[in-house]
């Protein structure tokens, strides 16, 4: 099984930014597609944007042009850039590692966009 921690989140104000890290143990983290997903109350989990293990990326829509996704297959973490948040970014943000038989979950870090 696979092991995440997620940090960096907090409260930041509208137009500011954050790093999110998510450290993993547990697995060969180079060879597993590593994605951020977020939750907003009232919401379903979405998906905000994903690495693979040849560093071809996705973006959601809402995030493209501000946030930026990399992973550091020495240190076995995925980070996630986020510049020119918006109050509507605000949710609980979790990382999650796929491999060709298994997908595990972080524990959720949260970001509040708020004046």
């Known amino acids: 099984q696979v092991q995440l921690v997620e940090s960096g989140g907090g409260l930041v104000q509208p137009g500011g930014s954050l790093r999110l890290s998510c450290a993993a143990s547990?697995?060969?983290?180079?060879?597993?597609?590593m994605g951020w997903y977020r939750q907003a109350p009232g919401k379903e989990r979405e998906l905000v944007a994903n690495?693979?293990?040849?560093?071809?990326?996705y973006y959601a829509d809402s995030v493209k042009g501000r946030f930026t996704i990399s992973r550091d297959n020495a240190k076995n973490t995925v980070y996630l850039q986020m510049n020119s948040l918006k109050p509507e970014d605000t949710a609980v943000y979790y990382c999650?590692?796929?491999?060709?038989?298994?997908?595990?979950w972080g524990q959720g870090t949260q970001v509040t966009v708020s004046s």
């Open positions: 999650k590692s796929q491999s060709s038989s298994q997908s595990d």
């Open positions: 547990g697995s060969i983290f180079r060879l597993n597609t």
């Open positions: 690495i693979t293990p040849r560093f071809s990326i």
